[in-house]
Nanobody, 124 residues
Framework: QVQLQESGPGLVKPSQTLSLTCTVSGGSITTTYYYWSWIRQPPGKGLEWMGAISSTGSAFYSPSLKSRTSISRDTSKNQFTLQLSSVTPEDTAMYYC????????????????WGQGTQVTVSS
């Protein structure tokens, strides 16, 4: 059973960079044909796909967030990381890391496993 766990600060100030890490256990982030993704859900809104990193290390981003988003990985720790720069209060959301064989999905059914999520609030 693959397990994912998000970690990072729950409060970020406007204009700063949000950084979250997803630690994976029970499976490898180098497993072929799997994408390791980040999704967020603002209060009262639906899921928004942010980006993903493939099993080979290629990164893919939502066009609307591409200029502010960076996803990287540390295979030695079996972790992948999200960085979102220049945050505003509109970036306040629950952030989830997930994995599945579909790239860009914004529905839970698009993914095989996901973490419990972490709340990030952007406020001064």
């Amino acid at each position: 059973q693959v397990q994912l766990q998000e970690s990072g600060p729950g409060l970020v100030k406007p204009s700063q960079t949000l950084s979250l890490t997803c630690t994976v256990s029970g499976g490898s982030i180098t497993t072929t044909y799997y994408y390791w993704s980040w999704i967020r859900q603002p209060p009262g809104k639906g899921l928004e796909w942010m980006g993903a990193i493939s099993s080979t290390g290629s990164a893919f981003y939502s066009p609307s967030l591409k200029s502010r988003t960076s996803i990287s990985r540390d295979t030695s720790k079996n972790q992948f990381t999200l960085q979102l720069s220049s945050v505003t209060p509109e970036d306040t959301a629950m952030y989830y890391c997930l994995t599945g064989q579909r790239l860009g999905g914004s529905s839970w059914s698009d993914y095989a496993y996901w973490g419990q999520g972490t709340q990030v609030t952007v406020s001064s």
